[in-house]
């Protein structure tokens, strides 16, 4: 049972550099979600997506773009990364029912030096 | 807006020992309420939920129930184990299917 799988799950860039983080699901959800993770701030909401060809920006969007590719992928993009970037990334997957279980890939950790 | 407080860690126990991770909440409707967890080097997963007012949700040990009066959703354990020695998330999600995470608690349960 893969679940929801990410890659990479370290990576390591330099101030500029762009690279693709990407995520599948093979639950079939119709939802899937871009969080990062820093110490003492939670998980926030990058960007998301509703279902299959929609993307929305969450919390903070801010140098980063994504693509639905479709139902089961849904990659993050950094164009031109920053040191403010480096954080840890959770990809995670849910039905769009509200209550709903999100369920979480094990992360790529990115630093950006 | 939608927030969760949670207390601060990290919170450093004795097995066998009791556990309470307080965590409150604002929301602008009814929300649902979730404990996740997440183990070292994983990533977040679900402990228990609740999706209305006085429901107690529960597993591997663990209970939390809804408090609406007190806009309250306190995760107890009543005899931790090493095992339970990760970081502890309370979220909620209101009218749609988004999740507002607490900063989240790490407990370090010692033999």
């Known amino acids: 049972n893969a679940g929801v799988t990410q890659t990479p799950k370290f990576q390591v860039l330099k101030t500029g550099q762009s690279m693709t983080l990407q995520c599948a699901q093979d639950m079939n959800h119709n939802s899937m979600y871009w969080y990062r993770q820093d110490p003492g701030m939670g998980l926030r909401l990058i960007y998301y997506?509703?279902?299959?060809?929609?993307?929305d920006k969450g919390e903070v969007p801010n140098g980063y773009n994504v693509s639905r590719l479709n139902k089961r992928e849904f990659s993050l993009r950094l164009e031109s990364a920053a040191p403010s970037q480096t954080s840890v990334y959770f990809c995670?997957?849910?039905?769009?029912?509200?209550?709903?279980?999100?369920?979480f890939g094990a992360g790529t950790r990115l630093s950006v030096l | 807006g939608n927030s969760v407080t949670q207390m601060e860690g990290p919170v450093t126990l004795s097995e066998e020992a009791f556990l309470t991770i307080n965590c409150t909440y604002t929301?602008?409707?009814?929300?649902?309420l979730f404990w996740y967890v997440q183990y070292p080097g994983e990533g977040l997963q679900l402990l228990l939920k609740?999706?209305?007012?006085?429901d107690k949700g529960s597993n591997k040990g663990f209970e939390a129930t809804y408090r609406k009066e007190t806009t309250s959703f306190h995760l107890e354990k009543g005899s931790v184990q090493v095992s339970d020695s990760a970081v502890y998330f309370c979220?909620?999600?209101?009218?749609?299917?988004?999740?507002?995470f607490g900063a989240g608690t790490t407990v370090t349960v010692r033999a």
């Open positions: 929301a602008t409707g009814y929300p649902s």
């Open positions: 609740a999706t209305k007012a006085d």
């Open positions: 979220a909620l999600s209101v009218n749609d299917y988004k999740l507002s």
């Open positions: 997506s509703a279902s299959e060809g929609t993307t």
């Open positions: 995670a997957s849910s039905e769009s029912s509200p209550g709903n279980i999100q369920y």
